[in-house]
């Protein structure tokens, strides 16, 4: 059974950095695309960023390329993303997700969701 577990979120200062980890279970974080998506209060969900299946490349949401970093684990089959330079816009609840496809920026392509992990930003 194929699961997926965030962790990592918290109360921050803003400019403060934040690592967060999408621990997966019943797959390899190699066999399947792994995203980031995000939800703000009141807003949609949105991808932020992307790790492929077939050859480790990433891509990010506009808004948060140059600050935010994907990356996977082999050894302990994680995803993980890297955020520098927080600010209070990256409020959100951040969701780990998987796709047997490729990277999507789109959520009805994924087929399995971790739970959320909440970070907060205070200014």
């Known amino acids: 059974e194929v699961q997926l577990q965030a962790s990592g979120g918290g109360l921050v200062q803003a400019g403060e950095s934040l690592r967060l980890s999408c621990a997966a279970s019943?797959?390899?974080?190699?066999?399947?695309?792994t995203a980031w998506f995000r939800q703000a209060p009141g807003k949609e969900r949105e991808a932020v960023a992307c790790?492929?299946?077939?050859?480790?490349?990433?891509q990010y949401t506009d808004s948060v390329k140059g600050r935010f970093t994907i990356s996977s684990d082999n050894a302990d089959n994680t995803v993980s993303l890297q955020i520098q330079a927080l600010t209070p816009d990256d409020t959100a609840v951040y969701y780990c997700?998987?796709?047997?496809?490729?990277?999507?920026?789109?959520?009805?392509?994924?087929?399995?969701w971790g739970r959320g992990t909440e970070v907060t930003v205070s200014s």
């Open positions: 997700a998987a796709t047997y496809f490729e990277c999507s920026f789109y959520a009805q392509s994924y087929d399995f």
């Open positions: 019943g797959f390899t974080v190699d066999d399947l695309a």
């Open positions: 790790i492929s299946r077939t050859d480790g490349s990433t």
